[in-house]
């Protein structure tokens, strides 16, 4: 699982590395205004579905079915059942599909409500929404491709995909941006061409391992039907911060212009962190914990799991640190220009230290929520995930009239915490998670070496405004220097306080 953990890691760096460059090239382009707040609102609806049709609920429903199924059955059982998912998920994604794009307005005004009686960036939002919500189409059949190469151990190609969408986006921003009439719109276009160049580059891979699928509507299928009640309590309980984060979204826009702007920056350098260890571990554990279920290996299945968090708190601590010490460098590295000033820096920086504090609870999610659904307990996560969802809503008010956008960030970041708490608890009441020997001691040297870490970043970096008005490169030279300084400083003290690679590995058989 560790060579997994680093090809999915290592293909995810690359995806996210040129996220940042996709990032930077739309707000040097596009700035944070109106317009930029109604594709992020058109980009976050479609986006947010995929998590429940695609990585969701689709697919901690559809990986352990597909696992038992490859582990239990004939070749051919498991290529019918192939076709049968793939006929019935198509044919509802696209009657989702055609009835987003036809209720576009109507989507518009339930995500975003505060664009009402702001007639140009409403009609805007929409326009845009009636291109991005195919890819919801396209890319919930990548996924798919994408679990059935997982569940074969093809971890790679399915990490790379996602390259292709900041691909298209760049090539919009920077080549069709210029020839539009409304620049923004290529953006749209991008999302809609992006959906499409992922599905088609799957294809040659389900064709190597005789599993490219012919589309067969079968609704009423063993497999299909268990992976219909598998998903619908699935569909909450797993996409819960994109909830949460879509909470935000309607909020802020209430507020002041830019703020839905400034929430997806620094919601995307949070997530930099999150996608390649929360998603990069979730991405391995599962079908391993499916194939230790099915093969009825507790102690295996327990092993899979402490070996996870054993790297989430290894990983995830220190970029949690570094996120929150560094988010104004950052920011300011990355984003600001003429169009996206020392305002919006400070802005972004709010939320973005906002979030960085419930990034380890974010990877934990990742980490314990295949816990259950390797086991095909969909509703436990749902109970936990409700009780998430109030207090989300409970803290986003609460925290919204103080510190306006940054509250929201808070918010999201306070019920993920509890979201992961409950979900660790309810494994080991269960008695499905025991941890294995040395764990207050690993978190003692966890913490000290990230406080070391921590102390060497806020002494080093200076205060905000030493970052505003330089040089691009000689802030990417500065930021980077610092980069290198703090993991230096942090492996170094792991190293002095005995910690090696081999205690991590060693979990993972």
Known sequence: ?????????????????????????????????????????????????????AEGAFAVAFVPVLTEYKERRSFDELKRFVDHVAGTLGAVL?????????????LAMIFAPGFIGSEGKMDLAVDMLRLTFP????????????????????FGVPAFTPVLLNVALITSAVWLAPQMDRPIMALAWGVFAAGILQLLFQIPFLRQIKLLPRFVFAPKDEGVRRIGKLMLPALFGVSVTQLNLLLDTLIASFLVSGSISWLYYS??????????????????????????????????FSHVIDWALRWGLLLGLPSAVALFVLSGPMIATLFQSELFDATDVAMSRQS?????????????????????????????????????????????I????????????????????????????????????????????????????SLVMGGVLYWGVGDLQSWIGVPVMDKVWRLL?????????????LAVVGIRVRHFRNHAS
């Open 94 to 106: 696209l009657a989702v599909t055609l009835a987003g794009v036809l209720g576009a307005p109507v």
């Open 135 to 154: 890819y919801l189409l396209f890319i919930s059949l990548t996924a798919f491709a994408g679990g059935i190469l997982n569940a074969h151990s093809r």
């Open 1 to 53: 699982m560790f060579r997994s953990l680093a090809k999915v890691g290592s293909n995810t760096l690359l995806s996210r590395v040129l996220g940042f460059v996709r990032d930077l090239v739309v707000a040097h382009t596009f700035g944070a205004n109106a317009g930029t707040d109604a594709f992020f609102v058109a980009f976050k609806i479609p986006n947010f579905l995929r998590r429940l049709f």
């Open 352 to 396: 973005l230290m906002a979030y960085s504090v419930g990034l380890m609870s974010f990877i934990l999610i990742k980490i314990l929520a295949p816990g259950y659904y390797s086991r095909q307990d969909t509703k436990t996560p749902v109970r936990i995930a409700v009780i998430a969802m109030f207090a989300n809503m409970v803290m986003n």
């Open 398 to 449: 609460i925290l919204v009239f103080p510190l306006a956008h940054a509250g929201l960030a808070l918010a999201t970041s306070l019920s993920a915490t509890l979201n992961a708490f409950l979900l660790f608890r309810g494994l080991r009441k269960e008695g499905v998670y025991q941890p294995a020997a040395g764990w207050p001691l690993l978190i003692v040297r966890g913490v000290m070496a």
């Open 267 to 300: 919601d995307r350098l949070m997530e930099f962190p999150l996608g390649i260890l929360g998603v990069g571990l979730a991405t391995v554990i599962l079908p391993n914990l499916s194939k230790r279920h099915a093969n009825e290996s507790a102690e295996g």
């Open 481 to 493: 220097l610092w980069i290198v300084l703090g993991a230096c400083s942090y492996f170094a003290i």
